[in-house]
């Protein structure tokens, strides 16, 4: 059967706009929120989890809209089972730390119950939608995407959410419980979170390039006569 494959489009300026800016607005965002508007861990921890839902609903449109070259929508059964198991794996971290922030919060965790950071968090999904927009849609990057590795890449930085939640849960908010506490780890903090946000966007591929040695063409000419 004849299958279409796409070619992709010239680079434009938005995609010289490279993922590792939206790991730096992230980093800003909570910042902003420890040092400036005087966040404890209870408010750091209802961003992050909220995060995670953030994350989990580009996760999926990421899935759905993955075309692996194809020129049309492909909703085929292998997209549908990586759909679903992106659903489990969002869920299982979404209930793991409602489950463990259970007695610290008087109860369950939920969406709504604090008002402060409603800018953030808005901040944080503008944030989110913007990369999603110019560096999986704009870019074309849809077109050649995976939705397996869509599913996988998007847990593994769920996970990383989930570490520093856990690590804060478990450790950090035991050891500093006076008002405040929180800036005194948030270097810590903010530099994992960075660095999965850093590993989430592709930087490490990029620096890879840099350090990468250019292909020569006549080499390759070569070797391809042979």
Not at 96 to 106: C, K, N, P
Not at 107 to 124: M, N
Request: charged letters at 15%; proline letters at 4%.
């Amino acid at each position: 059967m004849h299958q279409e494959y796409i070619v992709d489009d010239p680079i434009r300026f938005w995609q010289r706009i490279h993922p590792s800016f939206w790991a730096v607005i992230n980093l800003l965002i909570v910042s902003y929120g420890i040092f400036v508007d005087k966040w404890d861990f209870y408010l750091l921890i209802y961003v992050f989890w909220m995060e995670l839902y953030i994350t989990a609903g580009a996760m999926l449109i990421r899935v759905a809209t993955a075309r692996e070259y194809k020129r049309h929508l492909n909703l085929t059964g292998e997209k549908f089972t990586f759909f679903g198991i992106g659903i489990l794996f969002s869920a299982a971290c979404i209930t793991l730390i409602v489950a463990m922030t259970y007695d610290i919060f008087g109860g369950e965790l939920r969406i709504g119950q604090f008002a402060a950071p409603l800018i953030p968090i808005l901040l944080l999904w503008l944030n989110h939608l913007i990369r999603l927009g110019l560096h999986y849609f704009q870019n074309k990057r849809f077109r050649k995407a995976n939705p397996a590795t869509e599913m996988i890449v998007s847990f593994f930085y769920q996970v990383g959410i989930v570490g520093i939640l856990i690590a804060i849960t478990l450790y950090y908010l035991p050891r500093y419980p006076q008002p405040g506490g929180v800036k005194a780890v948030a270097t810590y903090v903010l530099a994992f979170k960075l660095v999965i946000d850093l590993l989430y966007s592709g930087f490490l591929r990029t620096v890879i390039d840099w350090f990468t040695p250019p292909v020569r063409l006549e080499k390759t000419k070569k070797s391809n006569r042979r």
